[in-house]
């Protein structure tokens, strides 16, 4: 089975960076994904690591080492608008298809 | 960009009811999945399938939930009778034809939030 942790809240000022750790254990790895999911929405699509490193888009960066089963999802600058929930989910692979495992997800409240 | 589709978007119902809830994936995308979502909690699958085919159902409650995708395109999740328990948002998402550009990546639509009373 698959086990992913991450920390059920954090809180953070407005313009300040904050790290969203993710850790998990898993077979037939095929990649993670970092969600973003406001309140009452769909979960929408922030970033995807499936090769050790760190992957960088605008304020959004996210980390992958495998070998620990770590990832991180680093926000900068924060906005308000940034006040959501940040769910990790491990792709794995098998007979052909491929599914998500997600964390219980992090709320994150950005504060003035 | 073309969007999953998911109706309704709301529902409340009486426990022992009959719900349906109805998905239109991305056009061409191979693969829909039907999570559960509980509040405080992500995403857990019930349910997917491979054009018409189910891949995994392991995760579905058989005895009253079912789902379909007959024509391998739009699919249904029935839930008969319902239960207070099953108070929930139910995701629907699509991903393309595994080999393809972004085969893993999951297209989530904007939910149905039900509540069982």
């Known amino acids: 089975g698959q086990n992913i942790d991450q920390p059920t809240e954090m809180t953070a000022t407005e313009g300040a960076i904050v790290q969203i750790n993710c850790t998990y254990q898993?077979?037939?790895?095929?990649?993670l994904f970092w969600y973003q999911q406001h309140a009452g929405e769909a979960p929408t699509f922030l970033s995807y690591?499936?090769?050790?490193g760190l992957e960088e888009k605008g304020r959004f960066s996210s980390f992958l080492s495998r070998s620990k089963g770590y990832s991180y999802l680093l926000l900068k600058e924060l906005q308000m608008k940034d006040s959501a929930s940040y769910l990790c989910?491990?792709?794995?692979?098998?007979?052909?298809?491929?599914?998500?495992?997600f964390g219980k997800g992090t709320k994150l409240s950005v504060i003035p | 960009e073309a969007e999953v589709a998911q109706s309704p978007r709301y529902k409340i119902t009486e426990k022992s009811q009959a719900v349906a809830f109805w998905c239109d994936p991305i056009?061409?995308?191979?693969?829909l999945y039907w999570y559960r979502q509980i509040l405080g909690q992500g995403p857990e699958l019930l349910v997917q399938f491979q054009d018409e085919s189910v891949v995994d159902d392991s995760q579905l409650p058989k005895d009253r939930f079912s789902a379909e995708r007959l024509k391998g395109v739009d699919s249904t999740l029935k839930i008969q009778p319902a239960e207070l328990g099953d108070s929930a948002m139910y995701l629907c998402?699509?991903?393309?034809?595994?080999?393809?550009?972004?085969?893993?990546?999951?297209?989530f639509g904007p939910g149905t939030r039900l509540t069982v009373l």
């Open positions: 998402a699509s991903s393309p034809h595994p080999g393809t550009s972004r085969y893993n990546e999951q297209f």
């Open positions: 989910a491990v792709s794995v692979s098998g007979a052909g298809s491929y599914q998500l495992t």
């Open positions: 898993t077979s037939g790895f095929n990649g």
């Open positions: 056009s061409g995308h191979a693969t």
């Open positions: 690591n499936v090769l050790d």
